[in-house]
């Protein structure tokens, strides 16, 4: 039985499912540091799709691979809770300010750094944008096919793979050959929760980054179980032109921001009374908005 | 040469709305810069296309009719739109932000590198001088959407990078023709010129797509329900409220992500986006994503327990109560008084 190689693209990002008043500061701007990081969540539904490939095909790897500030561990952390086998996070100061093309360029370098890879996993799109760009990008600068929308995996035998989506309207099922990016929709199978014994096992999983700030010395832990090494490479430890690296590798830019301003219309205020929902709905009628 | 392109989706030889809607806008911004307006349409027995599209003021038609390219796929269209952009440059492409526009969108940008702006509410045209650079840029799209975790609306463009291409959802732009007897040229790519057969790797084995939607972008009155409904079958409520009025149900995201009801009740941002007589918003707190999707209904009434929530600012009536017990007296005061 054929064994995969599985690389599972995911984001750290900011829960804005969770945009509470506390989120909002005094001048109406956001307070990101008061909205907590999260795995997003479609990200979460990619993994699972490549652990049951794992489950099936004993032998595969997955690894995870996220971009992003050296507290994006997490998401490798995460990972490894529930079953990928390590991961790679790719922070330096010269992705900052990347748009969706300069990311997918060093994600894709870093794949291609990789090695030898089977699957591409990503979520369709991330909570924080919405823009489901990163996945086709991605492929496109491998110059492989995409299959993006994935609900199930409904077959897979060594290189043929049979795929449903789901689209707009409806549903899809293809078949093509790997390798393969797919991108996982938040419809498929949820993310399995955190296994005990692998939490206990990886909980001290570290980046070099997040060793030094912590300041603690656990060397001979380090020496002795590499596992717990979480790979970090900078943008030395990959191959790239740096014009197409972070905010000038990224066609497209921010030129204004503003606030939204509630342009307060002179609404009714009614309370939930009986004499007042009448009233209400006789002006609506009368006005023939209804009826 | 630098024109404004639309990418047409089609199925069953019918060209989608969003594609109308933006040949419309498209329309617009071509007249600004003075200059036309094209569209591609890729796909088979594309004969009843032209008089679909032409109307909206299309100069140029490109059409690539292959029994291979029907339905879509995502590197068979890319490399014809690739194709396409590299001879005739366009300046701007404008692609609908459904299942197809941004499967194909983003591998488009990336083969051309350029940039891509997704789920845009509003595009126009505008200046942009460069401090750093000391440059002034003339007629640049201004691709403008709501961004993180709301209120805020940003403002994009592509200073560098042809095409300018943006994503807009279904709804947002409005539809119109320009003129019934407009004159514009067919041009009939030859297929084997745009594809290589190595394009075709994927074999679609099943598909089903719906034909008759929910006609919530129609409807002329919209209960529309969000987290603080409660439960799935608190919505059966809205869902009664909104057979009496003869309107349709909507939904938030929220209402959804907690499975109230189906995706394809969204309204907002990443959702559709309507414009009915009366919206009628049930616990729904009116985060900027879901007002893009409703604030220009012609009225609103906002239920709410919270009488600070952001919805009433933009509402004609603000009931503050629960929707459990609001909504009954609305149907019972409703049939009461057009009996
Ligand atoms: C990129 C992006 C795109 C997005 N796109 C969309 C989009 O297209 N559409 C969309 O809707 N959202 C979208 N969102 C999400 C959006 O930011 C909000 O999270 C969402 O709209 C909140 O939904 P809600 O108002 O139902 O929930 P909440 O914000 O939780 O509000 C619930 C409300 O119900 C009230 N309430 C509670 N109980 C009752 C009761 N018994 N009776 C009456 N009222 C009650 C509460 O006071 C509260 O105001 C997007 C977010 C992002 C980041």
């Known amino acids: 039985m054929k064994a995969y190689s599985i690389i599972v693209l995911a984001k750290q990002v900011p829960d804005t499912r969770n945009v509470g008043k506390d989120a909002m500061k005094a001048d109406g701007t956001v307070n990101r540091a008061a909205l907590p990081a999260i795995f997003n969540p479609e990200d979460l539904n990619a993994l699972e799709q490549a652990l049951r490939i794992k489950d099936r095909y004993p032998g595969t790897t997955v690894k995870i691979l996220t971009m992003g500030p050296v507290r994006a561990a997490e998401v490798i952390r995460e990972g490894l809770y529930r079953g990928a086998d390590g991961g790679i996070l790719l922070t330096d100061r010269a992705f900052a300010g990347s748009d969706t093309l300069a990311t997918s360029y060093a994600l894709s370098q870093a794949i291609k750094k990789m090695g030898k890879t089977d699957l591409i996993i990503a979520g369709r799109q991330a909570i924080d944008g919405d823009t489901a760009q990163v996945g086709p990008q991605v492929a496109e600068k491998l110059n492989m096919l995409q299959i993006t929308y994935v609900e199930e995996v409904a077959e897979l035998k060594n290189d043929t793979i049979i795929l449903k989506r789901r689209l707009d309207r409806g549903v899809e099922t293809v078949k093509c050959k790997l390798p393969l990016v797919m991108t996982v929709n938040g419809t498929a199978p949820e993310c399995r929760v955190r296994n005990a014994k692998l939490l206990m096992q990886y909980k001290r999983a570290r980046t070099i980054t997040e060793l030094q700030r912590e300041n603690e010395d656990y060397t001979h832990l380090y020496n002795e179980r590499s596992d717990l090494n979480i790979a970090e490479w900078t943008v030395n430890d990959i191959e790239t032109d740096s014009s197409q690296l972070g905010l000038t590798g990224s066609p497209t830019k921010v030129k204004t921001i503003v606030n939204v301003v509630l342009q307060a219309k002179d609404s009714k205020v009614i309370s939930d009374s009986d004499a007042d929902i009448e009233n209400m709905m006789i002006e609506l009628i009368d006005s023939h908005v209804i009826g | ?339």
Do not use: W
Not at chain 2, 192 to 202: E, H, L, M, R
């Open chain 2, 1 to 339: 040469m630098n024109n404004v392109f639309v990418y047409c989706e089609i199925e069953d030889g019918q060209v989608a709305e969003v594609s109308l809607e933006l040949l419309t806008k498209g329309r617009t911004l071509a007249n600004e810069l003075a200059c036309s307006l094209e569209a591609i349409a890729v796909g088979h027995n594309l004969e009843g296309v032209a008089a679909q599209v032409i109307p909206y003021g299309v100069d140029t038609l490109y059409l690539a009719d292959d029994k291979r390219l029907y339905p879509y796929q995502t590197l068979p269209h890319t490399s014809v739109v690739v194709k396409l952009f590299r001879e005739k440059e366009p300046q701007i492409a404008l692609l609908g932000a459904t299942s197809i526009g941004r499967d194909l969108g983003p591998r488009v940008s990336s083969a051309l590198n350029s940039g891509l702006t997704a789920d845009c509410t509003s595009l126009e045209i505008g200046t942009h001088f460069d401090r750093r650079a000391n440059k002034n840029y003339e007629s640049l799209l201004y691709q403008i959407r709501p961004a993180f975790g709301g209120n805020i609306i940003a403002t994009i463009i592509n200073p560098d990078h042809r095409p300018q291409m943006a994503t807009v959802r279904e709804g947002v732009m409005k539809k119109s023709i320009l003129d019934p007897k407009y004159k514009g040229k067919v041009v009939q790519l030859n297929v084997a010129d745009y594809v290589d057969d190595s394009d075709f790797v994927v074999e679609i084995i099943e598909r089903h797509i719906e034909k008759s939607r929910l006609n919530i972008k129609g409807a002329p009155i919209i209960v529309a329900g969000g987290y603080g409904v409660g439960s799935k079958e608190n919505f059966n409520l809205l869902f009664e409220l909104a057979e009496v009025l003869g309107g349709e149900v909507g939904a938030s995201r929220a209402a959804i992500d907690a499975g109230y009801v189906d995706s394809a009740r969204q309204i907002g941002q990443t959702g559709i986006t309507v414009r009915p007589k009366l919206y009628i918003a049930c616990g729904i707190s009116g985060q900027i994503q879901h007002r893009a999707g409703m604030e220009q209904s012609a009225q609103i009434i906002a239920i709410n327990t919270d009488p600070e929530a952001p919805i009433n600012s933009i509402a004609d009536y603000v009931i503050t109560g629960s929707i459990t017990d609001i909504i009954p007296k609305m149907i019972k005061y409703y049939k009461k008084n057009t009996k």
